[in-house]
């Protein structure tokens, strides 16, 4: 069965420091994996994907995540943290081909103290 | 263009009644998912459709629970006699799916409906 973990329930970072939120996957195969951002009481927001090719994916409003095969790991990255970041983090995983289950993590909370 | 919509926002009923609520794909979309997220959860998938037929049911998590898809489009889910631990909010998201097109991947979400049950 396949698994996201986000161990950081919150992450607090000054305004203007780089920020780093975290995500390690579990999938028996060749992964697809996503970042989603969820505003308060909006949805879900695509914020970035890795598919194949270059490890380091760019996104939306400057993040991007650094895909690590070796220690099955997708962590967001930010070089300069905003006050507009503040927002719940969710890292996906899904195997490649065809259609398969995204699962999910269970989010990981920043807030982005000015 | 428009994006995923969803209808109620919000949903307050009583233990024991029927619920349902509504999902409006953006157009052109074959894929579509309901997801449950609860307080402090992640989001707990439900059910998959492709067009109007649903190849993966393995996330309903009792048989009070159930959805369709006409015409390719709109989705309801249907909750029979609520529960108490029913209370989420569902999401609802879209894809091209295996239609193709552009990034067929990504899922594009719906606000949600909070759905409270007394």
């Known amino acids: 069965a396949q698994s996201v973990a986000q161990p950081e329930d919150q992450v607090n970072v000054a305004e203007g420091n780089p920020l780093t939120v975290k995500c390690t996957y579990s999938?028996?195969?060749?992964?697809?994996l996503f970042w989603y951002v969820q505003y308060p009481n909006r949805g879900l927001q695509f914020l970035l994907k890795y598919i194949t090719g270059d490890n380091l994916v760019k996104g939306s409003y400057g993040f991007e995540a650094e895909f690590n095969k070796s220690q099955t790991s997708f962590h967001l990255k930010k070089p300069s943290a905003l006050v507009s970041d503040s927002a719940l983090y969710f890292c996906a995983v899904r195997l490649q081909g065809g259609y398969q289950k995204v699962t999910f993590g269970t989010g990981t909370k920043l807030q982005v103290i000015p | 263009g428009a994006g995923v919509s969803q209808s109620p926002s919000n949903k307050v009923t009583e233990k024991g009644k029927d619920v349902e609520l509504r999902c409006d794909p953006i157009s052109g979309h074959t894929a579509l998912y309901w997801y449950r997220q609860s307080l402090g959860q992640g989001l707990e998938f439900l059910i998959y459709f492709q067009g109007n037929s649903a190849p993966d049911k393995s996330g309903l998590p009792s048989d009070r629970f159930s959805a369709e898809r006409t015409g390719g489009s709109v989705s309801t889910l249907t909750i029979q006699r609520t529960q108490q631990e029913d209370s989420a909010v569902y999401l609802c998201a879209s894809s091209f799916g295996l239609a193709g097109g552009p990034s067929p991947d990504t899922q594009y979400f719906g606000p949600g409906t909070r759905l409270t049950v007394l």
């Open positions: 999938v028996s195969g060749n992964p697809y």
